[in-house]
């Protein structure tokens, strides 16, 4: 559509623009020139988020249960009841103040859009120009643009004040290159036109890079290109990672068999509840539900959220060595199961800088002498005198320049003039009349070269004549040169002669213009961007004009072409941004580990197939496709392709194509991780399971959109987290594998207590302690596992694969069999059998131990008739003449259980060994694999030694102290557990 009728739909003037009246109802209208904000997340909200998890309410609900019979029980013991029910509650508060710091689920993207959008905008309003604040923009403003300014909305440019203007958007559609506008509408009015291809469009929060002129404003706020792409990421809602759904699903059926297993034995002791050491049935009745609680906890691993927590931060602290951030915990864990990386091309894949990569000159004998790469040797430069003079143009006709700012090197300027500009310096490392002096990044091609020559014109680009010249005045010889760039077919049509690699200038005919446009050819279909140079002595009146006169000459850019002609051509250099040196080395390693790579760009497909096929990601171009040959086909072909083995490439797409791709490999199974470093790649790096951001060139949408981002921006750090991140789901299911076989222990131990009908031979708050403490530190430091050495080796995990198998379970079944009878067992030996222990405590029978409950003092008949123990503790009378002998089950279990919790301790240090490998035995992966898992289980028995001779901690874990011969015992019925698991 021509600007005027746009202008007028829109009731403004491409002269005056809008009226002030007209403002003030646009903005009530249409809104005013901002993104949408995302609902914040509220405090309390995500506290409540903490406990959703089933695991985690069954926590709460024995915690609760264990406080109210904690108050209700008269005879209860007094402030130690009350450790159960508040130890649980500082677990759960703990999980809860870690999760909500750790929160990163909230939509920061879109207040990052918001920064991009820049303040204030020179617009034209009842013919005055004016500064507005950008949020005030309408519909219809006429708006003035210029270098260095971000676009404030989408604008239709309709006047190009200089001689071209020219636009950044890599980070809007992918290109790396700058884009030069236009003023006149489109081919056709095509609504299907990608933003790639609205070269009369200027996108809200792009750069204006070179030029200046005017447009109407056609969109504000959500209506704009990135407004859009800010819907699309706002839609997108966040994945549960495999490991999350894994852990769900096991805590759905822990549940289950908690409950089960709680009903039953509460229901088959419910015969006992009349006993008479419970005095009344409702007593009874609570003491067997205290031991249903019991076995709950025992049945719950309790550390394993903070367990799981503090591994996956542990593998950020090593990612981030290797510059990986992981912004999302959760995440790390993702990255093992990864099927397909698809990952943008500029500055994620290559370096996001435009680099000469060949270049060719004359021969002696008129052909061309092709250069690969852009470095000279000293010997070549010594044998090209054209070299200083290609190098001189370079850096002539440029208005680009690096400089050294705080001791980083600033680039400024077209990304096309700066690789000009470096190759140039770069020839000055092989002359040998230069020495450089100073760290001046362009000492050679901004000094040296062109100290004796001052510009005095810049006769700009235009479309029509496809390069741009500078007149330039050699201070020694007073004369005037005119330097020339531009398109290799519009400078060859130009030029009357050559300048051979000696120096020499001879005629050029056109057969020789043919063969010098054929290795141009050639570049291109290497995908280079090219560029010829010549230079022009016989300019006419402009050979010796001053710099006012030649400004008088130059007046008409018409006659720019007519200066330009019958020139001398130099050379021709090509350009591209090149791939980064370790991403070939770097996809043969996800092939070798069965991950698939997938190059989306917004680039054209020539380029992003030759860098494809360059690094590995393709082998022919057949595996490359456009992103909208792509969307026009149905279902059925779009999944075929998708689903096709090995790399792929898709080229010219769009923001929500790239979403709707990583969504179609979603729905075929696949774990996607996404890599992009610009607001394209925003909705994208939203919607798969792992979004990569880059984190130098990486906008801050791109960054809060994603679940790591890449302090290095190199592609290579993302093999490296894949492989941290399979070590990490191997090192989680080695302290689950241990922390679930050490529960089924203590389960069964409650189980067989309640099934025999003995004395409780573990507490509530001994099975806490064990469960947090003693078991929390190898668990831990399992997860310091290191990876093994073909972990890239194995094809991704299947994200379906449970985290314990049916062989898993049967054998820390059988494992967690053997600890309940271990435990008890050490329990019944000291009343029935213990008799060398020195303490001088009583034998009783098996009938005596089973039916402790139906103990009555003064008994005339039956096991209990005449029964007395020895005072063995002090300050407890177990004689029948003046004490309670039934105490000796109640009150003089101190003992025995001590044991049994040690017992269980020890058990479970050595099980943790055993936990070093899910296959391998301990003669192959001994414990010096892992020295941390050393260190924990001295620390684990150095804390249980702890509590057992510290006074305090006697009374609030009900323990006492071991004799050696006591330890004996402890280590008789532990050590079985190693020979069993081998």
């Known amino acids: 559509m021509e600007p005027q009728e746009i202008a007028k739909e829109l009731g403004s003037s491409l002269e005056k623009g809008m009226a002030p009246d007209a403002a003030a109802e646009y903005i009530e209208k249409y809104g005013a020139n901002e993104l949408d904000q995302a609902e914040g997340v509220s405090l309390l909200k995500r506290i409540i988020d903490q406990f959703e998890d089933l695991l985690v309410r069954i926590l709460l609900v024995a915690a609760v249960v264990s406080f109210i019979i904690a108050m209700t029980d008269s005879e209860s013991e007094g402030i130690t009841a009350y450790v159960e029910p508040f130890v649980i509650l500082a677990i759960l508060i703990a999980n809860a103040t870690i999760g909500v710091l750790q929160e990163e689920n909230a939509d920061n993207a879109l207040e990052a859009l918001k920064k991009l959008q820049p303040l204030n905008a020179t617009v034209v309003r009842n013919g005055e120009i004016i500064k507005l604040d950008a949020k005030d923009l309408i519909p219809g403003d006429i708006v003035q643009l210029r270098v260095g300014e971000k676009v404030p909305a989408d604008i239709r440019l309709f006047e190009i004040e200089s001689s071209v203007l020219q636009v950044e958007e890599a980070s809007l559609t992918g290109e790396p290159k700058s884009i030069s506008k236009i003023t006149e509408p489109l081919e056709k009015e095509d609504k299907n036109y990608m933003a790639q291809d609205k070269k009369n469009i200027l996108f809200s929060s792009t750069m204006v890079t070179y030029g200046f002129g005017k447009g109407i404003v056609i969109g504000t706020g959500m209506k704009t290109e990135i407004g859009t792409i800010s819907a699309m990421v706002k839609e997108e809602e966040d994945e549960r990672t495999p490991l999350k759904k894994k852990l769900d699903e096991f805590g759905t059926v822990l549940s289950w068999i908690i409950g089960i297993i709680c009903t039953l034995v509460w229901a088959m002791n419910i015969g006992n509840f009349n006993d008479p050491v419970y005095k009344t049935w409702i007593r009874g009745c609570v003491y067997y539900f205290k031991i249903a609680v019991s076995l709950a906890v025992a ?49 994620t894949l290559t370096q996001n800088q435009m680099k000469v990569q060949a270049f060719f000159t004359i021969k002696e004998d008129k052909s061309a002498a092709v250069f ?37 090197i600033l680039r400024m300027g077209d990304s096309t003039e700066l690789a000009l500009r470096e190759w140039a310096e770069s020839i000055g490392n092989a002359d040998s009349t230069f020495n450089r002096k100073s760290d001046n990044p362009e000492e050679y091609c901004g000094n040296f070269l062109i100290e004796e020559y001052e ?64 290795v141009v050819d050639g570049f291109a279909k290497n995908a280079l961007r ?38 001398i051509f130099l050379g021709v250099a090509g350009m591209m941004d090149p791939a980064r040196e370790e991403v070939p080395q770097a996809i043969d390693q996800c092939k070798k580990a069965g991950v698939r790579v997938i190059m989306i760009t917004g680039d054209n497909i020539l380029t992003a197939a030759t860098v494809a096929k360059d690094i590995g990601i393709i082998n022919s171009d057949d595996r490359c496709y456009q992103g909208a040959d792509f969307q026009s086909m149905n279902e059925t072909e779009r999944r075929k392709i998708l689903n096709q083995k090995g790399g792929l490439v898709f080229a010219r797409v769009e923001p929500k194509h790239k979403k709707e791709l990583v969504n179609g490999l979603k729905e075929l199974g696949e774990i996607v991780a996404m890599t992009g470093d610009g607001v394209n790649d925003a909705p994208a790096l939203k919607a798969a399971h792992i979004g990569v951001a880059m984190g130098i060139t990486g906008v801050d949408v791109a960054k809060e959109a994603s679940c790591m981002v890449l302090a290095d921006d190199n592609f290579a750090t993302i093999v490296k987290a894949v492989e941290e991140g399979r070590s990490i789901y191997s090192n989680t299911k080695a302290f689950i594998r241990y922390l679930i076989s050490s529960n089924i222990g203590e389960v069964a131990t409650i189980f067989i207590t309640a099934g025999l009908g003995l004395p409780e031979s573990l507490t509530s708050v001994q099975l806490l302690w064990v469960n947090l403490v003693t078991d929390g530190l190898p668990a831990t430091a399992l997860g310091f596992n290191p990876p093994e050495s073909d972990v890239m080796e194995k094809p991704p995990r299947d994200r379906d694969e449970a985290i314990i198998t049916r062989w898993i379970l049967f054998r820390y079944m059988v494992i967690g069999i053997y600890v309940g009878l271990a435990t008890v067992g050490i329990f019944i030996y000291w009343y029935m059998y213990a008799n060398e222990t020195g303490d001088g405590h009583s034998l009783v029978t098996w009938d005596q131990l089973r039916n402790w409950s139906e103990c009555v003092k003064d008994a005339t008949e039956g096991v209990w008739q005449g029964v007395s123990f020895n ?59 892992n020295w941390w898992l050393v260190l924990a289980i001295l620390s684990s028995v150095g804390g249980h030694i702890f509590i057992l001779y510290f006074p305090l901690c006697n009374t609030i874990f009900g323990v006492s102290k071991l004799t050696l011969y006591e330890w004996e015992l402890v280590m008789l019925f532990s050590s079985p557990v190693i020979v069993i698991d081998e």
């Open 372 to 408: 690969e790469g852009a470095n000279i040797t000293k010997e070549e430069f010594e044998s090209h005198k054209i070299l200083p003079r290609l190098a001189r143009v370079c850096s002539l006709c440029s208005n680009a320049k690096k400089v050294l700012q705080d001791g980083e």
């Open 455 to 518: 510009k005095l014109q810049t006769l700009e680009f235009s479309r029509d004549r496809k390069c741009m010249s500078v007149l330039v005045k050699n201070n020694k010889s007073q004369e005037n040169t005119l330097y020339t760039k531009g398109a290799p077919e519009r400078i060859l049509n130009n030029c009357k002669y050559v300048r051979l690699q000696n120096g020499n200038v001879v005629e050029m005919n056109e057969a020789m213009r043919q063969e010098y446009l054929k």
């Open 299 to 347: 049945a719950i691993p309790e550390g394993l959220p903070a367990v799981i927590t503090t591994c996956l931060a542990l593998g950020t602290r090593r990612m981030a060595k290797n510059n990986a951030i992981v912004r999302k915990l959760d995440s790390v864990e993702t990255l093992g199961c990864t099927t397909v990386i698809c990952s943008d091309k500029t500055g």
């Open 871 to 929: 005072n063995f503790m002090e300050g407890v009378d177990f004689t029948a003449a003046t004490g309670d002998p039934c105490a000796y089950f109640t009150t003089g279990k101190e003992k025995p259980c001590t044991l049994s919790l040690s017992v269980l301790v020890m058990i479970e240090m050595l099980n943790s060994l055993n936990a070093l490998s899910e296959n391998d035995s301990l003669f192959t992966t001994p414990p010096s694999k």
């Open 530 to 567: 090219c560029l010829a140079f010549s230079s022009s002595h016989d300019i006419g009146n402009l050979k010796n004009a001053s710099k006012d006169e030649a400004n008088k000459i130059l007046n008409d850019p018409s006659e720019f072409s007519t200066f330009e002609s019958g020139a």
